[in-house]
């Protein structure tokens, strides 16, 4: 079954510096998506991805974050200059079609820590 | 706007026995929701979801949840449970110009020998 997969699992990075966190989405999907969990919270919608750019974000998605789609198959989110609040579970989605009727399918997650 | 109470923060359940997890929604139109299922340190993999086309709705791992409109419920249920069942439960509707999901705190079950 496709799957969307997401890398690195784990990252440890010192706040202030740069992360950027990969997914590779399901190949025919079209449009893309980033969640986080901070240990103990719900899980929050970050931003949307359609057609090259972006279709929505929220409150939390300020300067510091940017999405990108490089190439045909990658789909990243950068962060800044992370600071500790930015510790997360930074989940990537996708899905096929502009429709109600199809659920997303989640990465299994990166864990970023910040010091 | 869409909305979901998930009536339980935690529920119980022995092994072999029932499960129910209740999920109500709120909302002025016919919704889309899912079900998410979230195991310790895992991602969110989708249970199922209801599209309008079939008010019972089956699911992996052998679970299915009903979508009555009367009662404005979509409650997920198991006939019996597994130790592999541990895990968080988030009923989510989709909406909005994106169909962005809003999760809700969810509902832990834990299983018990």
């Known amino acids: 079954e496709p799957e969307v997969t997401q890398t690195p699992s784990h990252q440890v990075t010192q706040m202030g510096q740069e992360v950027i966190l990969r997914c590779v989405p399901i190949s025919n999907h079209l449009y893309f998506y980033w969640y986080r969990q901070i240990l103990g919270q719900k899980v929050e919608f970050l931003v949307s991805f359609y057609n090259n750019e972006i279709s929505e974000k929220s409150e939390i998605f300020d300067d510091q974050f940017s999405v990108e789609r490089p190439d045909g198959s990658n789909f990243t989110l950068k962060i800044r200059s992370t600071k500790l609040e930015d510790s997360a579970m930074y989940f990537c989605a996708s899905r096929n079609e502009w429709s109600t009727n199809y659920g997303y399918t989640f990465g299994s997650g990166t864990r970023l820590t910040v010091v | ?113």
């Open chain 2, 1 to 113: 706007a869409q909305s979901v109470t998930q009536l339980d923060s935690h529920v119980s359940v022995s092994e072999g026995t029932p499960v129910l997890l209740r999920c109500n929604y709120s909302s002025s139109y016919s919704p889309s929701l899912f079900w998410y299922v979230q195991h310790p340190n895992k991602g969110l993999q989708l249970l199922l979801k209801y599209t309008s086309a079939a008010t019972l709705v089956k699911g992996i791992n052998g679970f299915e949840a009903e979508f009555k409109k009367s009662e404005t419920s979509f409650h997920l249920t198991k006939p019996s449970a597994h130790m592999s069942d541990a895990a968080e439960y988030f009923c989510v509707p989709s909406g909005g110009s994106n169909y962005k999901l809003t999760f809700g705190k969810g509902t832990l079950l834990t299983v018990n020998p």
